[in-house]
């Protein structure tokens, strides 16, 4: 498993990391997505309802971040960016799909998506700001527990196991709209570098990962109302990215 890098800075390098106001709240959108998708224990019931409520309540102001996000992505990719943009919100889908994380995802996700049924859709942007970082602090928790469970487990080596050479790789997401990053189109935004000692504020991961999970289960119904994302919006089971469409009203319908 592959744990994204901590900067100088201090933030961990996730998808969520340096995102623009546009960012922040698609991100969330696409959280709730997933969380509407792979959170099939009994105590979510709600969430999938939530979610529909939650594209319909804020559908003018989802179409308009929409349409900000597609805006950035053109004039830093030009007519490439539909690629570099749908490559990032696979990252994105993904991300959150991310299996050892999924309790605590789905706890807070559900959570958010009762929260999110009292917020004003011009209070959106707002509220997104607070709820995505709730959401990666789930994350947050399981690398630092799996990179200490790394520690713990280096410590018990070096005094009972054999003596291993070790050559570890640290990772970090890469956001293609950071003003100091260029993606290439079909360009991996995940970042890699070789550490034969243990980088500070992370553990020795791994090689880079592509994190998948099973399809949700068939009987899973996900509202139909609410702006799409155009450009390539990813969700689980997907395998395609969906075409552009400058219809704000398209429906939300990923396969099941």
Do not use: H
């Amino acid at each position: 498993m592959a744990i994204p890098m901590v900067a100088a800075n201090g933030v961990r390098q996730t998808v969520n990391a340096g995102l623009t106001p546009a960012q922040t709240t698609w991100n969330l959108r696409s959280a709730l997505n997933v969380a509407a998708l792979n959170c099939q224990d009994p105590k979510y019931i709600g969430l999938v309802d939530n979610y529909g409520a939650f594209l319909k309540r804020n559908a003018k102001e989802l179409s308009a971040t929409n349409r900000a996000l597609q805006s950035e992505f053109r004039q830093r990719y030009g007519s490439t960016y539909r690629d570099v943009q749908d490559s990032y919100m696979t990252q994105v889908y993904n991300y959150f799909a991310l299996p050892p994380a999924q309790d605590a995802f789905c706890d807070v996700s559900f959570a958010i998506s009762n929260e999110a049924l009292t917020v004003e859709p011009s209070q959106l942007d707002l509220f997104a700001s607070t709820a995505l970082s709730r959401i990666e602090n789930a994350f947050e928790d399981f690398f630092r527990a799996y990179e200490q469970y790394r520690v713990d487990l280096a410590a018990w080596n070096s005094e009972y196991g054999p003596p291993a050479a070790v050559t570890t790789t640290v990772q970090g997401y890469t956001n293609p709209l950071d003003p100091a990053a260029t993606v290439e189109p079909g360009q991996t935004a995940v970042n890699s570098m070789p550490a034969t000692e243990p980088v500070a504020g992370t553990a020795d991961a791994q090689s880079p990962v592509v994190i998948a999970t099973d399809e949700p289960a068939a009987s899973t119904s996900l509202p139909n109302e609410g702006p799409i994302f155009q450009s390539g919006e990813v969700v689980q089971g997907e395998t395609t990215p969906a075409a552009e469409s400058t219809d704000d009203t398209s429906v939300d319908t990923p396969n099941q």
